[in-house]
């Protein structure tokens, strides 16, 4: 089975000066009930950072001043012919104050306290290379939305 591909975005709110992470819970649709970063898809016309961008104001009420790459994971689910393509980005300065919006309810986490077990279970495979500021690169095959059934991650120089 040949696998077609969608461009998503996730963006991780650090406040490195408290060792915090901003995540949200996310109220409806694909992941309800997971504690996430912001994000989704990447509308036509628009590059991967645009997304990025809009996708945050939208779901967190905040304005990105600097997005940085962190990685890039593909998700492949057993018996769904489409690859999610997720561009993972970091935003350490934004303007505003996190809101609750129709979709995601935000809510500030120690990075020593992340709620792993509320959370998709291949985030605390990739989640420490964030925190390390390293660059990766991985793949998840699922079973369903709670098994992994394989999986790689690795440390990259560059996501290109």
Not at 54 to 69: D, H, K, V
Not at 105 to 110: F, T
Not at 128 to 157: C, N
């Amino acid at each position: 089975m040949s696998l077609r591909s969608k461009l998503l975005t996730l963006v991780l709110v650090r406040d490195v000066t408290r060792s915090r992470v901003l995540l949200g819970l996310k109220k409806r649709g694909f992941g309800a009930g997971k504690w996430n970063g912001f994000g989704g898809k990447v509308e036509p016309g628009e590059t991967v950072e645009e997304g990025a961008r809009r996708e945050l104001l939208e779901e967190s009420g905040l304005c990105a001043q600097e997005l940085l790459p962190a990685g890039r994971i593909e998700f492949e689910f057993e018996g769904d012919p489409c690859l999610l393509d997720v561009h993972v980005f970091t935003v350490e300065k934004f303007s505003g104050e996190p809101q609750e919006t129709e979709e995601m309810r935000p809510a500030w986490y120690q990075e020593a306290d992340i709620p792993f077990d509320k959370m998709w279970v291949d985030d605390i495979h990739w989640f420490p290379f964030v925190v390390e500021r390293k660059l990766f690169r991985g793949r998840f095959l699922f079973q369903g939305h709670d098994t992994i059934l394989k999986h790689s991650l690795q440390a990259v120089d560059s996501l290109t």
